[in-house]
Every structure is written in C-alpha cells, then in structure tokens.
C-alpha cells in the first residue's frame, strides 16, 4: 500500500492507523500548494479530488476521504481490535464520532489555514473550532480513555490529527482538560509516535 500525505495534514489519521494494524507501506509526500509529488507527477493524476489522504491498495486502485480509509484499514485487521463490528451499536458510535470530526471539527479549521481569510473570519472560526472541542470535552467528561469509550479506535487517530492544529492556530487548549490528557494518552501510543517520526 501507498499512502499519499502531507506533514501535519489530516493524513495522519491513516498513516497512524497503518502503524496500529502493522501494515506494511510506503509514504509518498505530497506537496498540497503546487499539488505535485516529490517525483514531480501532478498529484491530480492520483486523485482528481487533490486532497490528502489517498490510500493507494494492493490492486492498484485508490482509496480517498479519510473516514473511508481508517474505517477499510481497521476492518482488515481486526485482530488489532480498532474497530466494533459493523451492525452494533458501538460500531455506530464510531462512526458518528469520525463524522463529527470530519465534517464538523475538521472543516471549522477550514478558514484559519486560509491566508485570505479576514480577521472577523479568523475569530469567526476560532469560536466555532471552539464551539466544537466543547463537544469533544463532554464526550470525554465521563473519565474515559478514548473518545468512544475503553477502546481506541480511528475516531482517536482522527481527532488527534485534526486537534494538534490548534497549536499552529494560537488556540490554546488548556481550556479543555480533559482533551489535553487524551491527546497526551493519544500521543503516547508507540504507533502515534511511530507515524509522526515517520512524517517528519
Ligand atoms: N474530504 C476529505 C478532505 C481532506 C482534506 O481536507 N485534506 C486537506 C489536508 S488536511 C487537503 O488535502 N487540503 C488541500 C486542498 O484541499 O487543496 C477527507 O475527509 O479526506
């Protein structure tokens, strides 16, 4: 396999859940200003969509949107234990989890990365990134290790990725203990540092 990324991107979610599953791959960079690879192929030529993560499979074909990914990775390792099995009630839970990270946390950040963005625009969506790390807080207020309960699973790997942009954005995130110490517990994870050395 094949893993299209970019340093620090969303695409840390994948690469993180590669190392969890002990899959063997490569990485291959992506330059996401000028869309090329380091191999100078226009990247678009992988994915029309330009977007990392693309997961290129054993057969060759390519596998994009991140929540889509992390869900075929976990699923194809299950002795790794990531992932509920589809049809229960924990598996939803999951998946409600990776969908609020990706359409909800995940696109917030959208305006703070954008160098035309206005002032009035930036704190527009400092609020709602804001707005939306209350909810990761209460989903963790009850004590537990990991966003869906006692086992980590890809909404834990997407949720990091996504999160550590609050660094780069001067959101400072001791407003929310409770999500410094699962990013903290996240962070600690040997396939967590593994991805991340990788990445860098
Ligand atoms: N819908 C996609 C969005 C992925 C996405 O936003 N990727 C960002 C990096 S975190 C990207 O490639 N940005 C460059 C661009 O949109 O041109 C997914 O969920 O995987």
Not at 21 to 50: C, H, M, P, Q, Y
Not at 68 to 93: E, N, Q, Y
Request: with cysteine.
């Amino acid at each position: 396999m094949k893993l299209y990324y970019s340093p620090g991107a969303c695409s840390l979610s994948p690469n993180i859940i590669l190392h969890e599953i002990g899959a063997e791959f490569v990485l291959a960079r992506v330059d996401l200003a000028t869309k090329t690879l380091e191999v100078s192929r226009d990247f678009r030529s992988v994915t029309a969509k330009g977007q990392v993560p693309a997961l290129e499979l054993g057969d060759g074909s390519v596998l994009t949107e991140g929540v889509a990914i992390v869900l075929h990775l976990a699923d194809s390792a299950p002795a790794a234990g990531l992932i509920p099995p589809a049809g229960s009630i924990a598996r939803a839970r999951v998946q409600e989890m990776l969908n609020f990270i990706a359409t909800e946390l995940h696109k917030a950040f959208g305006p703070l990365f954008n160098p035309a963005s206005s002032a009035d625009a930036r704190a527009a969506a400092t609020a709602l990134v804001s707005s939306k790390l209350d909810v990761l807080e209460g989903q963790l207020a009850d004590g537990r290790h990991w966003l869906c309960g006692s086992q980590f699973t890809p909404a834990d790997s997407y949720g990091f990725a996504v999160t550590r942009w609050t660094a780069f954005q001067g959101i400072d995130l001791n407003r929310w203990p409770a999500i410094v110490d699962w990013m903290d517990r996240v962070g600690s994870r040997p396939a967590v540092k593994d991805a991340m050395a990788r990445e860098a």
